[in-house]
């Protein structure tokens, strides 16, 4: 079975850096879609929001224009491993930040444009992520 298992997230002041990673197991695919999310403290009613993709076929990526220039999605397919590298935070990046896999029919569509939570039927635990002021 799929499992995705996500590390490296803590406490920063704003300005810092925090990388996260998502170990990938149990995946029969090998091009698939890959998506870091995050949902902020009061919005759990609320859809996750999608941050960042990377299509594990070609490596292309996507951002969410709240991190760009900030965040980098990366993977080490020898680890079967993706990574976040998150820059410049600031405190309105406080969340939980989930990583997520698809099924392997997305293909790169997955970084032509904004993120969905629904088309992601893997998920990891989520790890936090909290950046004080």
């Known amino acids: 079975q799929v499992q995705l298992v996500e590390s490296g997230g803590g406490s920063v002041q704003a300005g810092g850096s925090l990388r996260l990673s998502c170990a990938v197991s149990?995946?029969?695919?090998?091009?698939?879609?890959m998506g870091w999310f995050r949902q902020a403290p009061g919005k759990e009613g609320k859809e996750r929001e999608g941050?960042?993709?990377?299509?594990?076929?070609?490596?292309?990526?996507y951002y969410a224009d709240s991190v760009k220039g900030r965040f980098t999605i990366s993977q080490d397919n020898a680890k079967d491993t993706m990574y976040l590298q998150m820059n410049s935070l600031k405190p309105e990046d406080t969340a939980t930040y989930y990583c997520a896999a698809d099924h392997g029919s997305l293909g790169q569509l997955c970084t032509g444009g904004p993120i969905r939570s629904y088309e992601y039927p893997y998920w990891g635990q989520g790890t936090q992520v909290t950046v004080s002021s």
């Open positions: 941050v960042a993709a990377i299509y594990r076929g070609g490596g292309s990526t």
């Open positions: 149990g995946y029969t695919y090998s091009s698939y879609c």
